[in-house]
């Protein structure tokens, strides 16, 4: 994991939480799209009809799973430019985002998050509860995120207190029986 200046940190967490918050708005849109394939078999037609909502969703089938996907567009932050004047970008963790809780196509050990049917139908009953499972999972995370952002400087001295009892502990443990009982730790805290 690369580790940013803490400006550029801040802008990253604050993007991130921008395009949660953009995600959230599609929701209403989605919904009433998904109802319209109850019953339905699961083709392409559902991913092209999610795509006039927004152009970046994408349905997510591996294996026997199943997630609708924001592909996130406004996904770095350029830095300042240097003195040849050159700027570098970084980018966001998260380039897209899944819109449902875990969704299953095919017999699961969990039979209400089944979205098709014995008879390979969509049942959009299972798709909805998922997309507003969904909906507010993620607006606890950026919730979690806004209270957490201002709080950084804390949690650094927090850490970087805790390495410093975790090195002095080490310290007083003699050389062999921190060999024979593997207890050298090291904290490395960036």
């Known amino acids: 994991m690369y580790y940013y200046e803490s400006t550029t940190a801040k802008k990253l967490v604050e993007l991130e939480i921008n395009n949660r918050k953009e995600a959230l708005k599609l929701y209403d849109e989605i919904i009433p799209v998904i109802k319209k394939f109850d019953k339905k078999v699961l083709n392409k037609r559902l991913e092209t009809a999610l795509q006039q909502v927004n152009q970046y969703l994408r349905i997510d089938r591996n294996y026997s799973s199943f997630s609708i996907m924001l592909y996130v567009q406004d996904n770095y932050v350029k830095s300042k430019p240097d003195r040849n004047g050159c700027c570098m970008a970084s980018y ?7 819109l449902t809780t875990a969704l299953f196509t095919s017999d699961g050990y969990m039979k209400d998050k089944i979205m ?3 008879e390979g139908r969509i049942r959009s ?5 998922a997309l507003e499972q969904g909906r507010n999972n993620m607006e606890e995370h950026i919730k ?3 209270e957490s952002l201002p709080n950084v400087e804390e949690y650094k001295q927090k850490l970087e207190s805790l390495k410093n009892e975790i090195e002095n502990t080490t310290k007083e443990i003699p050389f062999l029986i921190r060999e024979y009982f593997d207890l050298n730790y090291r904290v490395t805290i960036n």
Do not use: A, K, P
């Open 92 to 98: 966001v963790q998260t380039r897209q985002l899944s």
């Open 116 to 118: 098709i049917d014995d």
């Open 125 to 129: 009953d299972v798709i909805i509860n």
């Open 144 to 146: 979690m995120l806004e």
